[in-house]
């Protein structure tokens, strides 16, 4: 909460620079609850691969959620995953998460 | 267009480019909200399932990715908590921050190291600002072609009025050595796996320095909510918000360029005017995304909308300068081909939105464009063809508003 002390000195330009005011924190500790993902890859067997490699750092909307992709877009993502972001991926996995991405939104 | 069913306000304008839509069928849960993004996916929940958070687009729940809906810039010139967009990289966030235990630490080249609670910061001399906090990738989903990303269409920016304390005067009490080069800011969110690049972004070491990048203890009065970075929040004003560092608790000063990931291969642009090259270009150089550039949006009218032909109609929305203020924003009601000025709204500073108004009349029955284009203090223009680049960065490209002239 925030109690403001000096109303008028708020009621002045905030342009170039920031502009003195007075205002008195009174710091709130916070605790919330995030909510959790349930939703995995549609697709059964066929999305396997990627439901067992592709949801430890994010919801699967991260992918969903993309636009219709080339092979060689998919599959520089599948590399990226594991090459920057440190994602375990099985090696005998990674054909089948590309193909299956490829199958269900990919592009020529 | 607007109408209440479920308690939700069911109207959604996107500025500019193509139609937005609420599609809600009964026996739904959860409404959903149509982005124009071409070639799709186009369809996204609404959610109010996030702490201190009202209805806002789902692009992603882990780590959050939450879009503001786009008739809430029609609302005011500054972005309520509850609506402002959300972003995080990586899933690992405090759910709980005891404001009494919390620490930042000031480290590295510097003469003493600090470790200041939130009682010290306050005790700070306070400095206040409006300013727009953008997405780097905001607008993402509207390239053409597609780019991989997040998918935001033109809700991840919000304007927010920042209290806190210069970051200078927080780097002279710690005293910064000679021979610093850059400072770096990491927050208390971190990666799922070990060995992955926890996210930090690194400032050069005069733009630290220059008193207008702050570290924010509240937003529009009340401190943050904790998904936009409580308790404590980079400031960057004019520069992309990937530099905005949120539940900031370590500044490390540095006496070299930070060549970590997120600096050195991530947030890159190539370095051309604009950030813009061609599709399928290869072999630019690129460097760090820094400054923003200007835009404007109509926030009172959505795309197909019907309006009397030969009868005025009243346009209004928001424009931003980018690094500077706003200079004058103008309007056609014939695709482009002539332009009127806006009147511009009140001036809450040049790092803030701007509101404006107009009036305008489609004199011929049939489908008619009407552009919206924002000149910044420095002269630059927002320009006719949107700009391009590989990882969907400084989208400025003018809006244009089908409508239907009856």
């Known amino acids: 909460m925030l109690v403001k002390l000096m109303i008028a000195s708020l009621l002045t330009c905030f342009c170039v620079t920031p502009a003195i005011s007075q205002t008195v924190m009174n710091f709130r500790s916070v605790k919330v609850e995030l909510p959790t993902e349930e939703r995995m890859f549609p697709g059964g067997d066929k999305a396997a691969a990627i439901n067992g ?49 490829v199958q269900t939104n990919g592009k020529p | 267009m607007v109408t209440t069913q479920g308690g939700l306000r069911r109207r959604t304008v996107l500025g500019g480019v193509g139609a937005a839509c609420l599609a809600s069928s009964l026996g739904q849960a959860e409404p959903t909200v ?43 010139v500054f972005t309520p908590n509850d609506r402002f967009f959300v972003r995080w990289h990586w899933s690992v966030i405090p759910e709980s921050v005891d404001a009494g235990a919390f620490r930042l630490s000031v480290r590295g080249q510097v003469n003493k190291a600090l470790s200041l609670s939130l009682h010290d910061m306050a005790a700070f001399s306070q400095v206040e600002l409006a300013a727009v906090n953008q997405c780097s990738g905001n607008s993402r989903g509207l390239f053409m072609p597609r780019v991989p990303g997040a998918q935001w269409g033109n809700g991840a920016m919000g304007n927010a009025r920042w209290t806190g304390v210069r970051l200078r005067d927080v780097l002279d009490r710690a005293g910064v050595k000679a021979g610093a080069v850059q400072v770096r800011f990491n927050g208390m969110d971190a990666p799922v796996v070990p060995d ?16 207008e990048v702050m570290i924010a203890y509240a937003m529009n009065g009340t401190q943050l909510p904790l998904l936009n970075g409580f308790p404590l929040r980079l400031i960057v ?3 992309y918000s990937t530099y905005w560092v949120k539940m900031l608790n370590d500044i490390e000063v540095l006496d070299r360029v930070d060549d970590q990931y997120w600096m050195k291969t991530a947030y890159r642009i190539p370095d051309t005017p604009n950030g813009r090259v061609k599709p399928g270009d290869t072999g630019f150089k690129t460097v760090p995304i820094s400054k923003m550039n200007p835009r404007s949006f109509i926030t009172n009218l959505t795309s197909g909308q019907r309006i009397a032909a030969g009868a005025p109609a009243a346009v209004r929305g928001i424009a931003f300068g ?7 924003v103008d309007i056609s009601a014939d695709t482009g ?19 404006w108004n107009a009036t305008i009349s489609v004199s011929a029955k049939g489908s008619e464009t009407v552009m919206v284009r ?33």
């Not at chain 1, 092979?71 to 972001?85: D, G, L, Q, T």
């Open chain 1, 53 to 101: 490699n592709c949801l430890a750092c994010h919801s699967a909307s991260m992918v969903l959620n993309q636009p219709p992709l080339t092979r060689a877009v998919w599959s520089a993502e599948v590399h990226k995953m594991v090459s920057a972001y440190k994602a375990p991926v099985s090696p005998q996995d990674v054909d089948a998460i590309i193909a299956y991405l």
């Open chain 2, 34 to 76: 149509m982005l124009p993004l071409g070639g799709g996916p186009e369809a996204r929940r609404l959610t109010t399932a996030f702490p201190e958070k009202g209805s806002m687009i789902l692009q992603r729940m882990r780590p959050p990715l939450l879009e503001t809906p786009f008739e809430v810039f029609d609302q005011g």
């Open chain 2, 196 to 211: 992955a690049p926890d996210f930090m972004k690194s400032l050069g070491i005069d733009h630290a320095r220059d008193g």
């Open chain 2, 237 to 239: 004003p004019g520069w």
């Open chain 2, 322 to 328: 980018g690094d500077c203020g706003v200079a004058r």
């Open chain 2, 337 to 355: 081909k002539t332009w009127h000025a806006a009147v511009l709204g009140g001036d809450e500073g040049k790092f803030g939105f701007r509101r």
């Open chain 2, 374 to 406: 924002c000149t910044n203090t420095a002269g630059v223009v927002q320009p006719p063809e949107a700009n391009w680049n590989p990882a969907g960065f400084m989208q400025n490209g003018i809006e244009s508003l089908p409508l239907i002239a009856t």
